[in-house]
């Protein structure tokens, strides 16, 4: 029987924080077979394990802030150098300055980023959905206060605790937003430069978002 092979499929999500990218991010990644590598789920793990690194990192999240590009850039190239990324995957909040852009565009080579999706919603409906959210302080599942756990703040996937994270207060979310005006809106709008920009209403169903996307993809890369 003939064999097909796919060409890798090499994919950024970029958004401000609410607007949906991680779900979306998850259901692409599993729709096209490759990696969901989320920037902030590796910086949280390093807050769970009590390193040195991990303490750092908390205290430059609680305060809205970010990771120098240095060590961003260090964690992504060990990152997609690992075996599951050879086919292809999908980076979840990186870059989000634009030299970290273009640190990546020189790490994976010009041909080595397919497509750039970018999420639009409006700051004050990620402003309210970001300061609802809950999070499972185990696993990461993610609730809000109007859609919370089965149990009074216990985790359905692992039963671990729901809490809010302390980067999700309304001061915290406000200082985030800012700084995403003013440090990655410009890294879109280089990736928009580059031919390599894809904008998507982040307000909605968020099938018919997930099913906008894949075509986005799909129109893109086969």
Not at 87 to 95: E, R
Not at 110 to 139: F, K, M, N, T, Y
């Amino acid at each position: 029987m003939e064999s097909t092979t796919r060409p890798p499929v090499r994919l950024l999500v970029f958004g401000r924080q609410g607007a949906g990218k991680g779900t979306q991010a998850v259901r692409l990644a599993e729709q096209f077979g490759v990696p969901h590598i989320s920037t902030g789920d590796m910086l949280r793990a390093a807050v769970r394990e009590g390193t040195e690194f991990g303490q750092r990192a908390k205290e430059i999240m609680d305060a809205g802030h970010l990771v120098s590009d240095e060590v961003m850039l260090g964690l992504i190239s060990e990152r997609l150098a690992q075996p599951d990324a050879v086919n292809g995957w999908l980076l979840d909040g990186f870059p989000r300055t634009l030299q970290q852009g273009k640190d990546l565009m020189a790490l994976t080579g010009a041909d080595g980023i397919d497509l750039a999706l970018d999420l639009d919603v409006a700051e004050d409906v990620v402003v309210e959905r970001i300061s609802s959210r809950r999070v499972c302080s185990s696993c990461g599942a993610n609730y809000s206060v109007q859609v919370p756990p089965t149990s009074p703040w216990t985790c359905d996937v692992c039963g671990g605790e729901v809490t809010q994270r302390d980067d999700d207060t309304e001061q915290a979310v406000r200082e985030r937003l800012a700084t995403y005006l003013l440090q990655t809106i410009p890294v879109v709008k280089w990736f928009e430069e580059q031919g390599l920009l894809a904008t998507v209403d982040g307000v909605g169903d968020r099938d018919e978002i997930t099913e906008e996307l894949i075509s986005l993809v799909t129109n893109r890369l086969f």
